[in-house]
């Protein structure tokens, strides 16, 4: 099992950037792919970014492409999501999640493990 918890979200004005971590526990962090997912008010969940296990394969959502990169530091147990030129649109509260079984799956039931959310909120 692990637990995950997300931080580094915030108020940051259109066209800004924010990084966000994901800081795991346990010592099998490695075996996991890690998402990210966002839920905007009034919104389902929607896919952000996937990594693979060793962070060697990306993949993600087309509204974000170009704009936000995913990587992972497996000796940090920390999966991080970069996030520039921001939109007002990309307001929601996001999730870093993790899974055995399936390889950057952008699906959010293949995945096992949830954070609690970190709030990002870009406005002017």
């Known amino acids: 099992q692990v637990q995950l918890v997300e931080s580094g979200g915030g108020l940051v004005q259109p066209g800004g950037s924010l990084r966000l971590s994901c800081a795991a526990s346990?010592?099998?962090?490695?075996?996991?792919?890690m998402g990210w997912f966002r839920q905007a008010p009034g919104k389902e969940r929607e896919f952000v970014a996937a990594?693979?296990?060793?962070?060697?394969?990306?993949n993600y959502a087309d509204s974000v492409k170009g704009r936000f990169t995913i990587s992972r530091d497996n000796g940090k147990n920390t999966v991080y999501l970069q996030m520039n030129s921001l939109k007002p649109e990309d307001t929601a509260v996001y999730y870093c999640?993790?899974?055995?079984?399936?390889?950057?799956?952008?699906?959010?039931?293949?995945?096992?493990?949830w954070g609690q959310g970190t709030q990002v909120t870009v406005s002017s």
């Open positions: 990594i693979s296990r060793g962070g060697g394969s990306t």
């Open positions: 999640a993790a899974g055995t079984k399936y390889y950057t799956s952008s699906y959010g039931p293949h995945y096992d493990y």
């Open positions: 346990g010592r099998t962090f490695s075996t996991y792919t």
